[in-house]
């Protein structure tokens, strides 16, 4: 995807409560009630709208930050991005410059809506969803914003346009940068380290990042190193340790580890594999999961093991 770079970037509530969040399906960027001034919006008419407000009681400040709204709605152009929350995610759009009345509507409904170009997307430029949970505070809290239409601070537009576009700034670029070398060489070490020591690493990054063992560990069980279970899900996994595995190391224990309790997930662990590994085909309805090098690395940075990888390793 080409970057994109809007002229402005506007914030829309989709109504109160989220009534309007149905314009993220109906392809529409919605505004307005169906008591405003149709008439006078549409014709830009804006002293019109203002007196209108007044009349229905709101004190001219009141007024003025209504009309305001309906202003940016109307007379922003085709370049203009909008963003907004709904479903646990950021969503953005380019709209057409033709404002029409929706007519009709009850009064929950919004008054007015502009065709999405496309359609109101929620990912970033590499197609990655943009749930709020990854995405600053800076942003999201305009989620908290009173009104109906504000427009982001600099410092909003650029987080906005970093994560829709997938770009990192340069502290990030060089974090990212920093983190990916430390997963290589980290990588590097797990290759030295003994079998037992590597069995030990598994054991103690399940553990830290949740499951607690049930069985020893190191193979008194057939065919699996250890079976562990998530503590607050209940759910349990069996996991086979090997150092090196090629395809067939593979298939031989995806067939053997699929004769263990149904309700069990199974996972080889391999920090060297040989070739490139996938798992065969389900034959229960679960697949052999593999934690394969880098994902290990991974998992042991995570998990906070990176020191006790390199005294090992030595």
Same mark, same amino acid.
């Given at each position: ?9 506007r ?16 392809g ?16 830009g ?31 922003a ?9 709904a479903?646990g ?7 057409g410059?033709d404002?029409?009345?929706a007519?009709?509507?009850?009064d ?10 496309g ?15 990854r995405?600053?505070?800076?942003l999201?809290q ?8 504000c ?20 502290v990030? /670029?060089?974090? #990212?940068e920093?983190?990916?070398? &430390?997963?290589?060489? @980290?990588?590097?070490? +797990?290759?030295r !380290?003994?079998w037992?020591d590597?069995?030990?690493?598994i ?6 990042t ?7 560990l ?9 079976v ?21 190391v ?9 004769e263990?309790a149904?309700?069990?997930?199974i ?6 594999p040989?070739?490139?590994?996938? /798992?065969?085909? #389900?034959?229960?309805?679960?697949? &052999?999961?593999?934690? @394969?090098?880098?994902? +290990?690395?991974? !998992?042991?940075i995570?998990a ?11």
């Amino acid at each position: 995807m080409n970057q994109i770079s809007p002229t402005v970037i506007r914030y829309i509530k989709l109504g109160a409560g989220g009534r309007w969040e149905g314009a993220l399906d109906r392809g529409r960027l919605e505004w307005g009630t169906a008591g405003d001034d149709h008439i006078a919006a549409l014709q830009g008419d804006w002293a019109a709208v203002s007196q209108a407000y007044i009349a229905k009681g709101n004190i001219p400040a009141t007024a003025t930050g209504y009309t305001n709204e309906g202003r940016a709605f109307f007379q922003a152009d085709s370049t203009a991005m909008w963003v907004t929350f709904a479903r646990g995610r950021m969503w953005w759009c380019f709209a057409g410059a033709d404002v029409h009345a929706a007519g009709g509507g009850k009064d929950a409904d919004a008054a007015f809506y502009r065709v999405v170009q496309g359609s109101w997307s929620d990912r970033d430029a590499d197609g990655v969803v943009l749930d709020l949970d990854r995405l600053s505070t800076r942003l999201t809290q305009l989620q908290g914003y009173r009104r109906t239409i504000c427009s982001l601070t600099p410092d909003q537009a650029a987080l906005c346009h970093r994560y829709i576009n997938a770009t990192l700034d340069p502290v990030q /670029a060089a974090i #990212a940068e920093a983190r990916n070398n &430390l997963k290589q060489h @980290l990588g590097s070490l +797990i290759q030295r !380290l003994t079998w037992r020591d590597f069995e030990q690493l598994i054991d103690l990054a399940l553990a830290r990042t949740g499951w607690v063992r049930m069985s020893s560990l190191g193979g008194t069980t057939k065919d699996v190193d250890c079976v562990v279970e998530q503590s607050f899900t209940r759910e349990r996994m069996s996991v086979q340790i090997k150092s090196k595995a090629d395809q067939r190391v593979v298939d031989d224990y995806a067939r053997r580890l699929d004769e263990r309790a149904a309700g069990e997930r199974i996972m080889l662990v391999c920090h060297s594999p040989i070739g490139k590994l996938a /798992a065969p085909p #389900a034959t229960s309805g679960r697949r &052999l999961e593999l934690l @394969l090098d880098e994902e +290990i690395a991974d !998992l042991s940075i995570n998990a906070g093991l990176i020191d006790w990888i390199i005294a090992r390793a030595l």
